[in-house]
Structure formats: structure tokens, C-alpha cells
């Protein structure tokens, strides 16, 4: 087992980072100090580990000030086409760290902090996650922001800056409870507020039509301030900005309303409009038709498009002089990307500005809009797709109403021109929906209003084109892209794995850092022993290091030489947690059914928040947390089996358990994740991937080739004739026995024996409700031999030396049964079936493999073959 590394050790991790210089040392030190004198006021008899944290985080915002002036001053000087990416979520996680990386500080600060007699991984524990986000959308716009400085674009990320971030979750007697994540309560260093460009956001009101045009009048105003974050591009000295908004009411808000006598309700009243950006809704993958939200979205989306022609107008230099008049030119300039249909509301809104304030012509703004406009696809889930009730438009923003009616009138007209006659196809296409409430489809207002359409994979992207978006694709198959999602490696790996990327860089150089496609150097090398010692001796260390984590913030106490295999995502019904739950209980009945057989130890560990108003997804964390009490006390089992449920998963947390995870759960339903990027942070981390083909690992497998990930389930193509078929889940659960005592123990109270009823809507779901089509199947199929079996992996760790990162054991296909894979040490690989394939027969085989072999069924046969020379390089 290896040691966690010692503190000299750890400075001599520099193959990446570089060497601190005395001078830097000795500056970081000085300004240090500084700042907790004079920004904290505080001397080290009083300062607290928080204010180090804070005198830290001023220190290195310091190294970001001139760059970043000195970027903006290039932006104008240069006058570029400039980037600004929309999105209600940025999901930033931690600065501190992520800032001394990119701007090769993390040497100099470490040593700084050391002298002065403090630890640094201590000090960037005490930062709050800025939690802006949901999830995957809003860790990708994270990303995106981070790329493009890297880069050097002129980008801007443009959002909200919730008082209140996503909930923290605690889990109190296994149940998911919800707490306020007060995350500005400290303070934030890295933000710098901009009250000089302030900006009116109208609300409500009333539409008068004139011979001078069109006025909004009698609106209730809300004022945006905007508090500005640095981003800094990878050791480049770029660093754009995020500009969140923050809601604040007018002095005279509502003052008007009320005689002397109402003075301090009308200031109470003040609350109402500040509202707007106080809390992040915390639906992921779910619409809630709430009017707050839709006064989010065009808060947002106001404030951004005020600014945005501001800059455009201003000459070089930051000259706030309106010089540019003529809006010709604003689509050579300006690129809009709307992250999801959530800041749709940009096209009416640059429509009114362009028509009513600039009085541009109908068809010439239209034509501007759409040249500047582009819109990102990130679900298929219908239930996620955004409608709004056209009677909370016509109170809230009654002009924007008439003017998504002209759109959509002229949309209509131009479809009608093409398909006559064809009425289905109008109602299909329409931005408004008819019905007992008429709604806004923001979708199809987003397809009209972009020139160009993107979904986040490829196979989701051909969804988008063949399915929810078909007739449109038919009407202008040109503007219709894929854009397959990505991650920053700076963070994803640089960051929260250096070991792995010091070991990589030893090899190869840094430029993978900045250009992933050069880890292709590294297949020259899979034969190197010394690589593959070290690769594994940094796993085990991130093993050890996770399991130290584990037990000490959460008095859980794990074996770290077992397989750490991890499903970390939100939890919802498609994302098959539910898949998990089976198999984990099929382990535990294996376990039980014969002890002495030798099993590869595995720890599962299950994490992610549940939609406070999402029942089954909290059910799916209560049944995790009530299968893991009886399993992890359940003294036949010992250590052969744990279940974790990983409280409150977040960016932070999945910076220390990515690296150390053995095997990545990535198994949504064929159809349903539109991309991932959890998947590829894991496998940039040497975890192995077992998934199915959906999202992003169907080009992952592509890339590293499928024999190199457990790849199970049906594809799009099954699901959707099962579909037609119609599907019966107790057709699965009369054949398949271990599937049967899996529900049944779930069904009688076996994991809840104080509330034996307490899973029954989960089990009546899965036996006669199946909420997403042809899910509730792939939910059982885990053990199905008439469908695509589940490998239940065992890990090549346990063969000596070798590890997760590099395995030289792989499987392409597999039989019928769910083989456990163990490696006894001694050269033999031993497959060990368990007698519930076609027939009744089980099967075992064993043969010989020299190192570098891998693994792999032939199509068609069962029996096990070595494929000479093949290893499986998963970074």
C-alpha cells in the first residue's frame, strides 16, 4: 500500500508547476501580511484560519488586477468580435486554488505559507463554493469560461449572482434535508461590484402604440448591479470577466404608492424586487413555472443586452461616448450563445431595443438578431423543456408578448408558404402552444431566433435533429450543429490530481494542458514499468488521501485497497441510481449466498442533491443511505462490500473523489443524457467507465476504443422499438431470480425494517409506473439475459502493478451472466459465472495472459480469449 507523501515530498511535485523563485517567495510573503493588517485589520495574536484564508485570496487577486486591465484595454484597443455566454448557471466551485494554477503561483504561495507557518490545503478548504449551478449546464459554462481565456478570446459569461447558492444538503436519518448555502456570508474576494454601470430593468407596465412607435410605460423598474469576476486563462496573462447581476430596488421604489404614514412599509417593500436574485432555483432537468424564475431569466437577459450594446457603441480605450449608431455592423461584433432555452428571452429583448429605442426596421433587426444569436440544446427530457403560460407574459412583459406573436406570425407565414396546407405542421412548429392554457414554447422561440443550433453530443445532437426539433431541422437543416461538451484539464486534472499530471508531464511535456490530444504521446509508453508503477502508486496515494478525507469530515472509515467504484451526478429517474441499487443488493446476495468465495472488495459510493420537490429522487437517497446500513453492518459481508452516500456533492468534493475513483458509473438510458462531462472528468483521471451508450460515451469509446470501457445496455435504436412494442417489467422480474429477490427484499422492508412500506412507491414505479418511456426496463435489465447484461466489473487494481488508470484487463462484449473478474496474483485471470444464463448453465474459463494482454469476448462466443499487446490507456 503507498504512503500518503510526506511535506518535502510534495514540494518536490514541480515538474508542472515550476520552481518558485526566492523573489516570489519573499513578495507573497510581504504582500500577505499587508493585506491582513491593512484589508483585515488583524495581527496573527487574533487573526483566525479564515482571515489567512482572506489575506491569501487578496495576495494572489493582486497578480490578477494588471492583467486583467490590461486585458480589457487590449479588448478595446483592438475592438475584437467579442463572446458573451448567457446562462442562468455558472457553477465555479472554489477561485483560490484554480487562480494560483492558472497564473503559476501555487509554488510560491505554498512555500510563502509554509514559512509563515500555516498550510496551505488547509487554508483553501475554508473557501465557499460559489454554487451557481445545478449541475452539468452550469459546470460547463464554468468551463467554457475557463477555455476561452486560455484561449484568449474576447469572451464575457453573463449571469446572476444568487445571494443563495445551490442548497447544501445534509442527510438526517437517511433522508435528504435542504439548508440555505449562505455562501457570500464571509464575504467574497474574488468580486469586485460595479455600481457605475447600474442598469434599469423594467417589469409589468402597459403597451401604448403611437405614430412615434411603440412606448412600455407605467413599468415597475428593478436596478441591476453588476459585481465582476476575474478569470484568468492558463499562464497566458488573460483574464476575461463574469459579470453576475445583482437585483436592487430604486429609492423610490413603491414610495409613490403610500402616504407619509406608509414610509417604512414602502422600504420593507424593497425586499420584493431584491428578491429577484436572492436564491438559484434548484431544478436540474425540470420546468417550474414560477413567476419569480421568468423574472430571473429576464432580469438577466435585460441588464446583459443594455451592457452589451454599450460596450458595442463605446469606441477604443473604454470611451463611453456613443459613437457607433449604426447597427449594421453589430453581428461582426457581437456573439450571443444562450446556454439552454433559459435566457431565450435575449431575442425578444434585442428585437424591442433594436425596434422601439434604435428604430431599426422590422426585417433588418430580425435579420441582426438572428445573425447574432445562437442557441445550445441541453436536454430531450420533455418535462424539462420550458413553457410559459402567454397570461404571466401578458401581465409581466406585456411588450415582449406582441413581440413574440409577430415572430411566431411571420415563422407561420414562411412555413405555410413552404408546406401549404399542411395545418399539423404549423401547430407543430409554432412558438405558441393552443390548448385550455396557452403557452410559449422557448424552445422553438430559441430554434427561430439563432442562426445556428447546437446539442451538447453527437448522438444527442441527431435526437435534436430526428426528434424534438424534426421539422424544424427539415425547414433549415443548415443552422443545425453538434458541439460535443468538454472539460477544462487545468482544473479536472492539473488541479485536483497533480500527481497524475506531474507524471504524465515527466513523460510527455505540459502542453497536454492546454492541448488534451497530446496525451496521445503516452500509447508509445504503455509498456513502460515505471510509468505504470507510478501512475499506480498515484492512484493508491488519492486512494488513501480520499479514504483520510472520508473519515475524518465525515467519521465514515473505508478500506482503501478495495475498487472505489462511484456514481456521482444528480439524482433523477434517468440517470438510473435506481440500476445501482439493484446491483449493489444483487453483490449483497452473492456475498451472502457463499462467503467463502473470493470477492474483489468494492466500496460504492453514491452521490448527488435531489430536487427538493422530486420524491423519487429522494426516495432513491433514502433506499442508497437504507441499503447501505444493512450492508456496511452486516458482519458475513466484513469488508468485501460498503455503500457510501456522499453528503452535499459539489465541486469541491468532486475534486477529491474524481481522482481517486477506480470505476465511473455512467449507465442513463440510450437517449436520455444529452452529453455528460462527469464521464470524462473520470476517465481523464483513470478511472474505467462502465456506461451505456448514451451521451458522450458513445465518442469516448469511440476514442479509447470500446474494448477499453464496460459498455452494456441497449442502444437508442432498442429503446425506441421497445417503446413500440410496449414494455412489461414483470415479464424481467417472473424470469430473472436474482432480480426478483432484489425488489422483493426492497418491496418487504428487508433494508427498512422500522417502516417496511417505506419504498413501496419506489417499487410500485419500477413494477407497473414507468415515468420516462422505456426506462423502467433498463432499470431491470442489469440481470437480463434477454436484453443487454450489466458486467459487474471487478478491477484490475488487484493485479500487481497495475492500476485503474492502466488496464491491461478490458472487456469488449460479455456473456450472458454478471461475471465477477478477479485476479489472484499469479499470472491467471479467473471469470466465474453464476449460473443464471440461457439454459441454466454457468460458465468458468481460465487462461494464461501475459502482461499487456486484454480481454474480449468474440462475437457470438463465450469463451475468453487474450488479445496479445493490447493495454488500455484510460487517461
Not at 488496464?807 to 450472458?816: F, G, K, V, W, Y
Request: hydrophobic residues 40%; contains cysteine.
Amino acid at each position: 500500500m503507498a504512503k500518503p507523501l510526506t511535506d518535502s515530498e510534495k514540494r518536490k511535485q514541480i515538474s508542472v508547476r515550476g520552481i518558485a523563485g526566492l523573489g516570489d517567495v519573499a513578495e507573497v510573503r510581504k504582500s500577505f501580511n499587508r493585506h491582513l493588517h491593512f484589508t483585515l485589520v488583524k495581527d496573527r495574536n487574533v487573526a483566525t484560519p479564515r482571515d489567512y484564508f482572506f489575506a491569501l485570496a487578496h495576495t494572489v487577486r493582486d497578480h490578477l488586477v494588471g492583467r486583467w486591465i490590461r486585458t480589457q484595454q487590449h479588448y478595446y484597443e483592438r475592438d475584437p468580435k467579442r463572446i458573451y455566454y448567457l446562462s442562468l448557471e455558472f457553477y465555479m466551485g472554489r477561485t483560490l486554488q484554480n487562480t494560483m494554477v492558472n497564473l503559476g503561483l501555487q509554488n510560491a504561495c505554498d512555500e510563502a505559507i509554509y514559512q509563515l507557518g500555516l498550510d496551505l490545503e488547509e487554508l483553501e478548504e475554508i473557501e465557499e463554493d460559489a454554487g451557481l449551478g445545478n449541475g452539468g449546464l452550469g459546470r460547463l459554462a464554468a468551463c467554457f469560461l475557463d477555455s476561452m481565456a486560455t484561449l484568449g478570446l474576447a469572451a464575457y459569461g453573463y449571469g446572476i449572482r444568487y445571494e443563495f447558492g445551490i442548497f447544501n444538503q445534509k442527510i438526517v436519518n437517511g433522508w435528504q434535508v435542504e439548508e440555505a448555502d449562505d455562501w457570500l456570508r464571509y464575504g467574497n474576494p474574488w468580486e469586485k461590484a460595479r455600481p457605475e454601470y447600474m442598469l434599469p430593468v423594467h417589469f409589468y407596465g402597459r403597451v401604448e402604440h403611437s405614430p412615434e412607435g411603440v412606448k412600455w410605460l407605467d413599468t415597475q423598474v428593478v436596478l441591476a448591479m453588476p459585481y465582476d469576476t476575474p478569470v484568468p486563462g492558463y499562464r497566458n496573462n488573460t483574464v476575461n470577466t463574469m459579470r453576475l447581476w445583482s437585483a436592487k430596488a430604486p429609492n423610490d421604489f413603491k414610495l409613490h404608492d403610500f402616504n407619509v404614514g406608509g414610509y417604512i412599509e414602502a422600504v420593507l417593500d424593497r425586499n420584493l424586487a431584491e428578491n429577484i436574485s436572492r436564491v438559484l432555483y434548484p431544478n436540474d432537468n425540470f420546468f417550474e413555472g414560477k413567476e419569480l424564475r421568468l423574472k430571473q431569466e429576464y432580469f438577466v437577459v435585460a441588464a446583459t443586452l443594455q451592457d452589451i450594446i454599450r460596450r458595442f457603441k463605446s469606441s477604443k480605450f473604454g470611451c463611453r461616448d456613443p459613437v457607433r449608431t449604426c447597427f449594421e455592423t453589430f453581428p461582426d461584433k457581437v456573439a450571443i450563445q444562450l446556454n439552454d432555452t433559459h435566457p431565450a428571452l435575449a431575442i425578444p429583448e434585442l428585437m424591442r431595443i433594436l425596434v422601439d429605442v434604435e428604430k431599426v426596421d422590422w426585417d433588418k433587426a430580425w435579420e441582426i438578431t438572428k445573425k447574432t444569436c445562437a442557441y445550445t440544446n441541453h436536454t430531450v427530457l420533455p418535462e424539462a423543456l420550458e413553457r410559459w403560460p402567454v397570461s404571466m407574459f401578458e401581465k409581466l412583459l406585456p411588450r415582449h408578448l406582441e413581440i413574440i406573436y409577430a415572430i411566431n406570425q411571420r415563422h407561420l407565414d414562411h412555413v405555410a408558404a413552404l408546406f401549404p396546407g399542411d395545418v399539423d405542421r404549423l401547430r407543430r412548429m409554432s412558438v405558441i402552444e393552443e390548448g385550455d392554457c396557452k403557452r410559449i414554447n422557448m424552445a422553438h422561440l430559441c430554434v427561430i431566433g439563432s442562426h445556428a443550433v447546437n446539442g451538447v453530443a453527437r448522438i444527442h445532437s441527431e435526437i435534436v435533429k430526428q426528434s424534438v426539433f424534426k421539422d424544424f431541422y427539415e425547414l433549415e437543416p443548415e443552422k443545425f450543429q453538434n458541439k460535443t461538451n468538454g472539460i477544462t484539464p487545468r482544473r479536472w486534472l492539473l488541479l485536483c490530481n497533480p500527481g497524475l499530471a506531474g507524471t504524465i508531464a515527466e513523460k510527455i511535456g505540459e502542453g497536454f494542458l492546454t492541448d488534451l490530444s497530446q496525451l496521445k504521446k503516452l500509447l508509445p509508453l504503455v509498456d513502460d514499468e515505471a510509468l505504470i508503477r507510478d501512475v499506480a502508486k498515484v492512484k493508491q496515494e488519492n486512494k488513501l488521501k480520499f479514504s483520510a478525507f472520508l473519515e475524518k469530515e465525515h467519521k465514515v472509515k473505508i478500506n482503501p485497497s478495495s475498487m472505489f467504484d462511484v456514481h456521482v451526478k444528480r439524482i433523477h429517474e434517468y440517470k438510473r441510481q435506481l440500476l445501482n441499487c439493484l446491483h449493489i443488493i444483487t453483490l449483497y446476495n452473492r456475498i451472502k449466498k457463499d462467503p467463502a468465495k473470493a470477492f474483489v472488495p468494492r466500496t460504492v459510493m453514491i452521490g448527488g442533491k435531489a430536487a427538493p420537490g422530486y420524491h423519487m429522487a429522494k426516495m432513491i437517497i433514502k433506499l442508497v443511505t437504507s441499503i447501505g446500513s444493512v450492508v456496511n453492518h452486516d458482519p458475513i459481508v466484513g469488508d468485501k462490500l460498503k455503500v457510501i452516500f456522499l453528503e452535499n456533492y459539489r465541486v469541491s468534493l468532486a475534486e477529491k473523489v474524481i481522482p481517486a475513483a477506480d470505476l465511473s458509473q455512467q449507465i442513463s438510458t440510450a437517449g436520455t443524457e444529452a452529453s455528460g462531462t462527469g464521464n470524462m472528468k473520470f476517465m481523464l483521471n483513470g478511472a474505467l467507465t462502465i456506461g451505456t451508450m448514451d451521451g458522450a460515451n458513445v465518442e469516448m469509446a469511440e476514442e479509447a476504443g470500446a474494448e477499453n470501457l464496460f459498455i452494456f445496455g441497449m442502444r437508442v435504436e432498442d429503446v425506441e422499438a421497445l417503446d413500440r412494442k410496449g414494455y412489461n417489467a414483470r415479464e424481467y422480474y417472473d424470469r430473472l431470480p436474482e432480480l426478483k429477490q432484489a425488489v422483493d427484499q426492497i418491496s418487504s422492508g428487508f433494508f427498512s425494517p422500522k417502516e417496511p412500506d417505506c419504498f413501496r412507491d419506489v417499487v410500485n414505479m419500477l413494477l407497473n409506473h414507468d415515468r420516462t418511456p422505456g426506462s423502467g426496463p433498463r432499470r431491470s435489465s442489469g440481470t437480463s439475459p434477454a436484453r443487454a447484461s450489466s458486467p459487474v466489473t471487478g478491477p484490475s487494481q488487484s493485479m500487481p502493478g497495475t492500476s485503474g488508470a492502466w488496464s491491461p484487463l478490458t472487456c469488449r462484449s460479455r456473456p450472458p451472466t454478471s461475471p465477477e473478474i478477479r485476479h489472484p496474483g499469479n499470472g491467471l485471470l479467473f471469470l466465474e459465472g453464476h449460473g443464471d444464463c440461457a439454459g441454466g448453465l454457468g460458465w468458468a474459463r481460465k487462461e494464461k495472459l501475459k502482461k499487456g494482454d486484454a480481454l474480449r469476448f468474440p462475437a457470438g462466443k463465450q469463451s475468453l480469449q487474450p488479445c496479445p499487446g493490447q493495454l488500455a490507456p484510460q487517461l
